[in-house]
């Protein structure tokens, strides 16, 4: 069933100074909303993405006055707001992840309170059982293999809880929430340093990073074998608005089912770049589970979505961003030491 959009009602995106948040921001002003409420907890000037068109706020959402101020007279909430990286961060901060858990819950009381129409949660692939992902030749994750839980430890307790939160606030005080499983969305605009970026975009460093040193190698986490789907970011705002204004009511994946190993993203991003380099695998650090990908059935079916980004024009849009930033943070170094 077709839902009719009220866009007279403000809107709020919760960590809508984050790479899918931002990405959102813009999205909803294309699609016709022009009252757009953003918090982030992170100074303006480490924002993503900011536009002069929303109403721009940094508050902490663990908060829940500042959760009942950002809900007041909005129409539909979308959650992105929690704490998490790639693979680092997330092994290495796990109270930190767990945290996130405020956020959602007082954003559901603030919407309940502020009677807000839907809550949109953002919630990850990582909920899944992690007995289903220990080889690399992995059966696409359906949605039901959430359970029994067995989720990754920390960041991915944290959002099975919260989706779990949703459907209560669902079922006992009328809240009409959507919730949608990310499988690792990637693009321009993100983060490709600092120890929070993921896989496609570390990987795009590394290369540049060999090129410009002209050390010829790159270090890769684990020994490459592990496999996982990347969800371009155009596709992740398309299966956002989608999800949000359907009648689904259970969560539901929104990935890519392109399945590909580390080793392959690694190919693909020398491809783009035109190098091929030795590779230098370190089987201490971080590398979480061994096999992951989607299973779009649910969505094709109910939605008739599925994902239009072939991996390898995503990373080469990524990859050419990734080097502009590149760039440009070298010159500012060369101009900064100058």
């Not at 919407?111 to 030749?137: H, I, L, P, T």
């Amino acid at each position: 069933m077709k839902r009719n959009i009220d866009f007279g009602r403000p809107v709020l995106v919760a960590g809508g100074g984050g790479f899918i948040g931002g990405h959102l921001v813009a999205d909803l002003h294309r699609r016709g909303y022009r009252d757009i409420r953003v918090v982030d907890v992170k100074p303006f000037d480490q924002w993503y993405q900011r536009f002069e068109y929303a109403h721009n706020t940094v508050a902490d959402l663990n908060d829940l006055d500042n959760c009942q101020n950002a809900c007041r007279e909005v129409g539909d909430v979308y959650n992105l707001a929690c704490n998490m990286g790639g693979m680092g961060f997330i092994e290495n901060n796990k109270a930190l992840c767990m945290i996130s858990v405020l956020i959602n819950t007082h954003l559901l009381i603030a919407a309940r309170d502020q009677k807000a129409e839907r809550f949109f949660f953002g919630s990850s692939a990582c909920v899944y059982n992690a007995d289903k992902q220990v080889n690399e030749d992995v059966i696409p994750l359906k949605e039901s293999d959430a359970y029994p839980a067995m989720p990754e430890d920390g960041y991915g307790w944290e959002k099975l809880f919260s989706e779990r939160m949703c459907r209560h606030f669902r079922e006992d005080f009328g809240l009409e929430t959507r919730v949608a499983r990310f499988h690792n969305v990637y693009g321009p605009l993100g983060t490709w340093q600092g120890g929070r970026e993921k896989a496609p975009a570390a990987i795009c460093r590394k290369v540049l990073e060999a090129i410009h040193h002209g050390t010829n190698e790159i270090e890769i986490w684990g020994d490459g074998k592990q496999t996982r789907s990347f969800t371009f970011i155009d596709d992740c705002l398309h299966g956002i608005n989608l999800i949000q204004h359907s009648d689904l009511t259970e969560p539901i994946n929104l990935g890519s089912s392109e399945l590909v190993t580390i080793n392959g993203l690694v190919d693909i991003v020398e491809q783009i770049a035109g190098v091929e380099l030795t590779r230098r695998y370190n089987l201490d650090a971080p590398k979480g589970v061994n096999g992951r990908n989607s299973d779009n059935t649910m969505i094709e079916d109910r939605l008739g979505w599925s994902p239009s980004t072939r991996l390898r024009d995503g990373m080469e849009k990524t990859y050419d961003w990734i080097s502009e930033q590149f760039n440009h943070h070298l010159q500012a170094k060369t101009t900064f030491t100058a």
